[in-house]
């Protein structure tokens, strides 16, 4: 039982990943009908905006030390950050909370990539067919991601969460287990309340605002919008903007899980797409659902229990459950009628 | 009606013509008789080909590859301080080329994809002329060029590649292996484990599903069983996986004290980090510390791990912080011409590049037969692995083993590993019959 829990738990962050990239990817393609495979690239593009936070941050007085020298017989270099030298144990402070500090660094820097990604870019595809909108996304993304492996090399970069998030938290006995007998990273059960914010913002942001209704009517029907003489186009691109920063704080606050790499945003690209045709095309809650589910079946498919069974379950349980979906409910889980069907 | 015969001057040349191009055929294709072999050097030149990721995941692995077989290549023809070839036991090489000839190199890019890797062999020996191929950061890549340099007639010269495949069930004559293996991984680390563990544990595998991570993990189980450990569970991981947490969890409550990652590269750092962040170097279970092994450690790649490697048990081909005069020649030229240490697969390229040409100046060719005869069972000294052999029997080297700790102070980024032990060679040797595979004859080409 404990065990079940425990992947229930794992479900649920991971699910929190594809959920928060898939609402973004849901939100573009429903009010702009764009499908943007360049969405991965705006998660990895977040976390690198937290590797050069933390680079800022660490950056070094470097002084020669007057008596050691290297193996290759150069002066061995002392290092000190500099926001140590000038603020002492505050400067150590600034260091240790990166991560939380480069989540709000990441909005106005991902809006504003978002907004020039938009502007620049995906505009002049809103007409074009979605075969050449994923051609041109998929060339941006493989551009995007080539620039930052030229800039922070191919290896990963590890990024610690914060000291104080660092342990586990014993979550088992709040609901009734043995103590130690569920114990879970703490940073994650942070990342699932986090994406649980988040998705909650976005939907009320949405539903609550005269900018949202006029979003949602866009997505609905940009035509009679544009009619009733309201901008739509400008909107769109603070959506645009509005997705991007999603994205981007998701990779932000997913770095200390997942040490970044150019390529990490492939990784989830293709899992979100599933992630979107699951839920159902341009349905925001469907998206959200099918995060969560999937992420679930994700980690309960790698149970040793469930492989003895159905070997190599693990590897295939997400298209799986995307093709017995589909058979079932063509439009997905949540899917309106008429969503990319013409 | 009979057919009546007849033999002119016509069907006498036709008949002789086609009599001896069938003789020849046979010796034609195997190159065995053939005085001229693939991309024999015919002016001042000779090339080499480097065969590295220069793009994917390995790419920061490949750029380290190039630039020791740069530096191997500045070192042949004279120029710099000369490196390892001033410790080496072979003095066969004097700085001015092999054979006569100035070393220039073609490079390719491996991408660690078989197909593509392939494919940038083959243009260096159709279209640049390479005479030999080299590099790689993959047994799967190295296992697919070096059948394709068998075929073709050249020498493959193998990178970073630890499979026992490559020189066991997958080994070919034209191939040639320095780097060491899982076999030799587990030999070495089953005694320091048992040392630093005790006899009394149950190890939990979490393995990449390709053929490196197979032969890790049997090598490990097989060690580790002989020494009382029991196996709990040795899970397959897809390759890239990313996120490991799914396969760590189970891990969790299984019971088992050890928890062994047959994982390298960019998966090696995502596990370790991941094991780590649920607790497991800090658990305790059956009353015992838990443990994690990571067989083989790459300190390029440890560094993307940070602080989580720290106290983690492994093993290493080399490591710059040895003190040897062929480790510190060596440190001290590729230091001082890149400004950082150089990586396991550095040394490694770079002691192939040397022994090739070292192999071809000491046999006067570039032929496949005559350098690999000079290589077979050849002795050397002074390369950072203490004395090594080149065994004839399956052409993979044969030197002390590193088992290596994640250090608990380092010093600096590059300083994250220290030295356990050295495993003497005798303990790591193996019977060459007991992986298989068949050498075959050599092809020179034509």
Redesign the interface.
């Known amino acids: 039982m404990d065990a079940i829990f425990l992947q229930i738990l794992n479900g649920l962050d991971k699910g929190g990943a594809y959920a928060l990239i898939a609402l973004g990817l849901t939100i573009i393609f429903g009010a702009l009908g764009v499908v943007n495979f360049a969405h991965g690239a705006l998660f990895m593009l977040g976390a690198f905006v937290a590797v050069s936070v933390k680079a800022i941050l660490s950056l070094e007085i470097v002084t020669l030390d007057p008596v050691n020298k290297t193996a290759w017989g150069t002066p061995v270099e002392i290092r000190l950050p500099y926001v140590e030298a000038w603020f002492g144990d505050y400067g150590a402070v600034l260091i240790n909370y990166a991560v939380p500090i480069s989540v709000l660094i990441a909005i106005p820097v991902m809006l504003l990539l978002g907004i020039a990604m938009e502007r620049g870019l995906i505009k002049y595809f809103y007409k074009r067919p979605h075969a050449e909108q994923i051609l041109v996304t998929f060339g941006l993304a493989i551009v995007v991601q080539e620039i930052i492996k030229s800039v922070y090399g191919a290896n990963p970069i590890p990024q610690p969460a914060p000291d104080i998030a660092k342990g586990m938290i014993d979550f088992g006995i709040l609901v009734g287990f043995e103590a130690g007998n569920v114990v879970y990273p703490a940073w994650r059960l942070i990342y699932f309340l986090f994406s649980a914010a988040v998705i909650a913002a976005v939907f009320s942001f949405l539903q609550f605002t005269t900018f949202g209704m006029v979003v949602r009517a866009g997505m609905a029907d940009r035509e009679t919008v544009g009619m009733l003489g309201i901008d739509i186009d400008r909107r769109f691109t603070i959506v645009f903007g509005m997705a991007a920063v999603v994205a981007g704080m998701a990779g932000v606050m997913y770095t200390p899980i997942l040490s970044p790499d150019y390529h990490m945003g492939m990784d989830f690209l293709v899992l979100s797409f599933v992630v979107v045709v699951v839920g159902g095309m341009g349905s925001l809650g469907g998206a959200v659902a099918a995060g969560f589910l999937l992420g679930i079946l994700q980690s309960f498919a790698s149970m040793n229990e469930v492989k003895d069974i159905f070997p190599g379950i693990d590897q295939i349980i997400i298209y799986l459950i995307a093709v017995i979906i589909l058979l079932v409910r063509p439009r997905g889980l949540m899917g309106r009628k008429g969503v990319m069907e013409h | 009606m009979m057919k009546k015969l007849s033999v002119n001057r016509r069907t006498v040349l036709k008949g002789t013509t086609a009599a001896a191009a069938g003789l020849a055929m046979p010796t034609f294709f195997s190159g065995a008789a053939h005085a001229g072999y693939t991309n024999e050097p015919k002016g001042g030149t000779v090339t080499f080909g480097f065969n590295v990721p220069q793009t994917?995941?390995?790419?920061?692995e490949g750029a380290d590859e190039l630039r020791a077989y740069q530096l191997a290549v500045e070192h042949i023809n004279g120029g710099g301080d000369g490196g390892m070839l001033n410790t080496f036991s072979s003095k066969a090489l004097r700085g001015n080329g092999v054979n006569g000839k100035k070393v220039v190199f073609v490079t390719g890019d491996t991408q660690t994809k078989s197909d593509a890797a392939r494919a940038s062999a083959k243009r260096m020996i159709e279209k640049d002329g390479a005479v030999m191929i080299t590099g790689g950061s993959s047994s799967g890549v190295a296992i697919a060029v070096q059948g394709l340099c068998q075929d073709a007639g050249v020498i493959f010269m193998a990178g970073l590649t630890h499979s026992n495949d490559t020189t066991g069930k997958d080994k070919r004559a034209n191939g040639f292996r320095h780097f060491f293996n899982t076999e030799m991984s587990g030999a070495a680390l089953g005694p320091v484990l048992k040392n630093a563990f005790g006899s009394d544990r149950t190890a939990y595998h979490l393995t990449a599903d390709y053929t490196w991570g197979w032969s890790q993990e049997g090598s490990i189980k097989k060690y580790t069983e002989a020494l009382g450990w029991k196996t709990q569970?040795a899970?397959r991981t897809?390759l890239?996986a990313?996120?490991f947490?799914?396969?760590i969890?189970?891990v969790?409550?299984s019971g088992a004290d050890v928890l062994v990652l047959n994982h390298y590269g960019?998966d090696m750092?995502?596990s370790l980090?991941?094991a780590v962040?649920?607790?497991l170097r800090d658990k305790q279970v059956n009353g015992k510390d838990f443990a994690i092994v990571v067989p083989l450690y790459s300190r390029?790649?440890a560094?993307?791990?940070?602080?989580?490697v720290k106290g983690i048990f492994g093993s290493t081909n080399w490591h710059?912080?040895l003190q040897d005069a062929g480790s510190?020649a060596f440190?001290?030229?590729?230091?001082?011409k890149y400004?950082f240490?150089p990586s396991q697969a550095a040394h490694t390229t770079y002691c192939q590049a040397i022994l090739y040409a070292d192999a071809c100046q000491r046999a006067g060719t570039f032929m496949p037969s005559g350098v690999g005869a000079a290589l077979e069972g050849f002795k050397f000294d002074g390369m950072g692995n203490g004395p090594t052999e080149y065994r004839a029997e399956d052409h993979q080297c044969f030197k002390d083993v590193l088992v290596v700790k994640g250090k608990e102070n380092p010093t600096s980024k590059f300083d994250v590993l220290e030295v356990v032990e050295v495993t003497p060679r005798a303990q790591v040797e193996y019977d060459a019959k007991m992986l298989g595979g068949n050498l075959g004859p050599y092809n020179n080409g034509s």
């Open positions: 994917g995941a390995y790419a920061d569970a899970v897809p890239g990313g996120d947490s799914q396969y969890t189970p969790l409550n960019r750092v995502n980090s991941q962040q649920f607790g390029l790649m560094q993307g791990a940070g602080e989580n710059w912080s510190k440190v001290k030229s590729f230091g001082q400004g240490p």
